[in-house]
Nanobody, 128 residues
Framework: VELEESGGGLVEPGGSLRLSCVGSGLSFTRPGMGWYRQRPGKSREFVASIAWHGGGATYADAVRGRSTISKGSSTNTRAAENTVILQMDSLSPEDTAVYYC????????????????WGQGIQVTVSS
């Protein structure tokens, strides 16, 4: 079972980033997926989630209005269901964190951190 994240790195304030995550070997047939993050000196926190069909997107207050979560667009339905993308704009240094891709049985499980599969995390640093 694996969630492989990509797209992190160094971004200037006001810039954008696009994080991608592809799941493999998941036991959930149509997983809810999402992102958490852990900022320096802070607890891990929810960022966004989405249902297997690409609807029902939910965002944390800190990122709502400048973020979009979406599912993959592969013609391979199973691959698309196991892929999640997070687009974040208007980044600030407060967005500096390790971002974790997660998968759960449902999007509600992702929202509530119930029985999730976690990726290893990817560093995003917002700095000039």
């Amino acid at each position: 079972v694996e969630l492989e994240e990509s797209g992190g790195g160094l971004v200037e304030p006001g810039g954008s980033l696009r994080l991608s995550c592809v799941g493999s070997g998941l036991s959930f047939t149509r997983p809810g997926m999402g992102w958490y993050r852990q900022r320096p000196g802070k607890s891990r926190e929810f960022v966004a989630s989405i249902a297997w069909h690409g609807g029902g997107a939910t965002y944390a207050d800190a990122v709502r209005g400048r973020s979009t979560i979406s599912k993959g667009s592969s013609t391979n339905t199973r691959a698309a269901e196991n892929t999640v993308i997070l687009q974040m704009d208007s980044l600030s240094p407060e967005d500096t964190a390790v971002y974790y891709c997660v998968a759960g049985k449902t999007a509600a499980d992702v929202d509530n951190s119930v029985n999730l599969v976690w990726g290893q995390g990817i560093q995003v640093t917002v700095s000039s």
